[in-house]
């Protein structure tokens, strides 16, 4: 459990992605809403999606 620990703190310092959200994020409109939805039902999407 100490090294568990020890790993998650590292991830949170001097591990921790510097531009993660930049890389993975894509914000949209939400008129932007229905072209997304139906490409995602469509499998055009291989990330996931929160």
């Known amino acids: 459990m ?4 020890k790993v998650w703190n590292r ?3 001097d591990l921790k992605p510097t ?5 993975i994020v894509n914000d949209i409109s939400i008129n932007e ?3 997304v939805l139906a ?3 469509e499998g055009k999407y291989l990330e996931e999606l929160l």
Request: overall charge neutral; glycine content about 6%.
């Open 39 to 41: 490409a995602i039902l």
């Open 33 to 35: 809403l229905p072209e």
């Open 11 to 13: 991830l949170g310092d």
């Open 19 to 23: 531009k993660l959200n930049e890389d």
């Open 2 to 5: 100490k090294k568990r620990l």
